[in-house]
């Protein structure tokens, strides 16, 4: 049974920093895109962004901006965000997701298999 299970969120300042984890089990990591999305109150879940497993990223460049960085370690299964200059405006639950292959997708009905969500919030 495949699982991601994201962590490391919570309630930030506008300015500061945090690094979202997400540990997967019951797939081979290696073979699998990672993406980051994201879901506010009333709005539809949106790209954050993706790396691959040779390490190539992709970000959302509406809003990233330079702030996100997406990284991976194969040998724990584990996928990160860590996120900077966090603003009011990113408030939301973020979700990791899989798919398997090499080609990245921003669209969150390529992805297979998605984690619970780890809410975000940014006070001004």
């Known amino acids: 049974q495949v699982r991601l299970v994201e962590s490391g969120g919570g309630l930030v300042q506008a300015g500061g920093s945090l690094r979202l984890s997400c540990a997967a089990s019951g797939l081979t990591f290696r073979h699998y895109v990672l993406g980051w999305f994201r879901q506010a109150p009333g709005k539809e879940r949106e790209f954050v962004g993706a790396i691959t497993w040779s390490g190539g990223r992709i970000y959302n460049s509406d809003f990233v901006k330079g702030r996100f960085t997406i990284s991976r370690d194969d040998a724990e299964s584990t996928a990160y965000l860590q996120m900077n200059s966090l603003k009011p405006e990113d408030t939301a639950v973020y979700y990791c997701?899989?798919?398997?292959?090499?080609?990245?997708?921003?669209?969150?009905?390529?992805?297979?298999?998605w984690g619970q969500g780890t809410q975000v919030t940014v006070s001004s």
């Open positions: 997701a899989a798919t398997e292959g090499s080609d990245v997708s921003t669209r969150t009905l390529d992805y297979d298999y």
